[in-house]
């Protein structure tokens, strides 16, 4: 049997993601019409012989609860939530819960972040990793040289693809080959976890027997119950035949700013062409609006057939596009209505936001800058004929005039 587990992390750490997480939690947020946690999941049903998957996190459980007792009837498999009372790093999370995961006696667990966006080729891994031996296989892929080191950079053997070294997120170049958040290992990698944790105790008890200042700055860089799995578990293991590394071709982004969620929305709607085009609307004549590329619309969202959508637009839960609007580029959430003739261009519209007719919620669509897309925070109202240009809109604010590259606290 083969188990997965998501790890979604917590509130803390979704800070970069606001005004949007002040709404929902990050793992939550939809792209591409379903939550962000929802695609790896979905990925998950290719795995032969799958038993659960567990999403481990520090979320409160009722903010999973929902979702997760749904998406198990959906797919057919148990998909169950694993609260930690706190952070514990990504193996720390892990190890926590090793008694649950071990339940089912997997032979093979995979691993995957939930902040990333991917074709998520697990059953291609867990191929690839019977063929290598070894504790686990990591996905990894080449990216530009410039933005590397923004991820744990690695090098592997060219012919035998063990993993040689590894660095996260060095301050210089190593290699333009980058760790993708997605793996998969044996059950032994409980051991390795276990055995960092034994080191650090042994450490620390070294340190109180010679000075009580030590320990204190050790445990204030080093909390002893905090395993990260890149730098705790993956350097040290490179280069002894026990991590392996399997390449993608296909796509492959981080989420970690709202700007990279309009992104990620367009390559999972683009994945949707060929796994499940059925998600996909479609213009069919005079009675429903023009449809311009992939697009998803919700089917309680009422879009006006005189409104031309997309590309790459998104419409969740009873929206309301008005007569003649336009939407480019942009994710439109729950209850939001879109009043006539209103543009909207590589934009974020928050629940239950209004856009007044003729006006105009805009930005360059620079995915990576701050202001390279326009958020509007929860029940924002833009009024008529007023023009928002590369600005974030916090939630619960009224605009009647014009604004630009500004931040509306
Ligand atoms: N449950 C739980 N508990 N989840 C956690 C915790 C924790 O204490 N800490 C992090 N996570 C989750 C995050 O939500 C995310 O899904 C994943 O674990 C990794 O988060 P980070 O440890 O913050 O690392 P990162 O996202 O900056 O970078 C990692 O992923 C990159 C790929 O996206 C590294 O592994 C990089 O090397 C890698 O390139």
């Known amino acids: 049997k083969v188990v997965a587990v998501i790890m979604v992390g917590g509130p803390t750490k979704g800070t970069r993601f606001r005004p949007l997480s002040l709404n929902v939690a990050k793992p939550l947020f939809p792209l591409a019409g379903k ?19 567990y999403l481990i996190g520090f979320y409160e459980e009722r903010e999973f609860a929902l ?16 609260r930690e ?19 089912d006696s997997p032979s093979h667990i995979f691993l995957l972040n939930c902040d990333v966006c991917c074709s998520f080729p697990l059953p291609e891994m ?29 090098v592997a053997d060219p012919d035998t693809k063990e993993l040689l070294h590894y660095t996260e997120k060095p301050e210089t170049f190593v290699s333009d080959l980058i760790n993708c958040g997605v793996y998969v290992f044996t059950p032994d990698i409980f051991t390795a976890i276990r055995g ?41 293991l490179a280069g002894k035949k ?21 992104k990620c929305s367009a390559l999972y709607l683009a994945q949707f062409r060929h796994t499940s085009p059925h998600l996909l609307a479609i213009g069919d004549g005079s009675k429903s609006a023009t449809i311009v590329g992939d697009v998803y619309i919700h089917p309680s969202a009422k879009v006006h057939p005189t409104a031309k959508i997309g590309p790459n637009v998104s419409i969740s839960a009873n929206a309301r596009i008005g ?21 909207v261009i590589h934009s974020i519209v928050g629940w239950k936001s209004s856009i007044g007719r003729w006006a105009r919620v805009q930005a360059a669509g620079d995915f990576n800058a701050k202001l390279g897309i326009t958020i509007l925070g ?11 240009l590369n600005s974030i809109v916090l939630p619960n604010k009224t605009l009647n005039v014009s604004v630009q590259e500004e931040i509306i606290l």
Request: glycine letters at 6%.
């Open 196 to 236: 960092v944790y034994s080191q650090w105790k042994d450490r620390a008890n070294l340190r109180r027997l010679s000075s009580f200042e030590a320990l204190q700055s050790a445990t204030r860089i080093l909390p002893t119950d905090f395993v990260r799995l890149d730098q705790d578990i993956l350097s040290p």
């Open 323 to 343: 007569p003649g609007a336009r939407l480019i580029s942009c994710i439109i959430l729950d209850d939001v209505q879109v009043m006539e003739n209103a543009v």
């Open 67 to 82: 979702y997760v007792s749904s998406i198990s009837n959906e797919l057919k498999v148990p998909v169950r939530y694993l």
């Open 35 to 53: 939550p962000m946690v929802h695609h790896p999941i979905s990925a998950c049903k290719r795995i032969p012989n799958l038993a659960q998957i």
């Open 378 to 388: 929860e029940a924002v109202s833009v009024e008529d004929e007023v023009v928002v």
């Open 126 to 154: 867990l191929e690839a990793h019977r063929r290598y031996g070894g504790m686990g296989t990591i996905l990894v892929i080449k990216v530009s040289a410039e933005s590397a080191s923004q991820f744990g950079e690695l």
């Open 85 to 103: 009372d706190k952070p514990h790093g990504s193996a720390g999370g892990l190890y926590n819960f090793r008694d649950i995961i071990m339940e």
């Open 242 to 262: 026990q991590l392996y590394t399997y390449e993608t071709m296909d796509f492959w982004e981080q989420i970690k700013t709202p700007g990279m969620s309009v």
